[in-house]
């Protein structure tokens, strides 16, 4: 008896999460179709890291790495652990 309570509950939710889906995506469907319609279209504002102290766009890039290799990455970091000072002055 207990068996057949639990399908039946567990089928009317599984009906009511179907039903909730469905109302969701036509909800999110009728959102993207009234906003790519609209008249205006809202203007793009730059996100601040690509304005300068003026607030014009920066047209140069911000960052620029040099790709190096595995043996030169170690080496460098080699050198780096070598030249470390024996006592570090407190």
Known sequence: ?????YILAFTIIAFLAV????RSL?????DYQY???SRRRPQQ???PEFLDA???VIEEPLLVMKSIGVEDAR???ESLYK????NPSN
């Not at 008896?1 to 309570?5: A, G, K, N």
């Not at 030249?83 to 024996?86: I, L, R, S, T």
């Open 83 to 86: 030249n470390q000072p024996e």
């Open 54 to 56: 003026a607030g014009n």
């Open 26 to 30: 036509l909800s999110i469907s009728t």
């Open 1 to 5: 008896m207990f068996h057949l309570l």
């Open 19 to 22: 039903g909730n889906l469905i």
């Open 35 to 37: 906003n790519s319609n």
């Open 75 to 77: 080496q460098q970091l």
């Open 45 to 47: 504002v730059p996100h």
